[in-house]
């Protein structure tokens, strides 16, 4: 079975900084995409940022020039670089992946169990 293992979360003041990482648990063929999206108390999940197995990104409008992400494609792990922080940013922040399993036909999509990002101002 596949799973997605985040860590890197937690509290930090405005303006500062945090690395997340998600590693895949579990045999995998291959990889189209992985992510991350956060869901704020009250507020629907939404995109954050994605990465391609061949290296592409989309981000959010508001965390670009602000987030980065990357991948270890060795690894399977991507890691999200978030700077300058803004309390808007306090959210769980969950990692997904489009992944073939093996003796698997198609992709399949996989979710972590999301990691808490507060940032107080």
């Known amino acids: 079975q596949v799973q997605l293992v985040e860590s890197g979360g937690g509290s930090v003041q405005a303006g500062g900084s945090l690395r997340l990482s998600c590693a895949t648990s579990?045999?995998?063929?291959?990889?189209?995409?992985m992510g991350w999206y956060r869901q704020a108390p009250g507020k629907q999940r939404e995109l954050v940022a994605t990465?391609?197995?061949?290296?592409?990104?989309n981000y959010a409008d508001s965390v670009q020039g602000r987030f980065t992400i990357s991948s270890d494609n060795a690894k399977n792990t991507v890691y999200l670089q978030m700077n300058s922080l803004k309390p808007e940013d306090t959210a769980v922040y969950y990692c997904?992946?489009?992944?073939?399993?093996?003796?698997?036909?198609?992709?399949?999509?996989?979710w972590g169990q999301g990691t808490l990002v507060t940032v107080s101002s």
């Open positions: 990465i391609t197995s061949g290296g592409s990104t």
């Open positions: 997904n992946a489009h992944v073939v399993p093996p003796l698997t036909a198609g992709y399949l999509e996989v």
């Open positions: 579990g045999m995998v063929l291959s990889i189209k995409t």
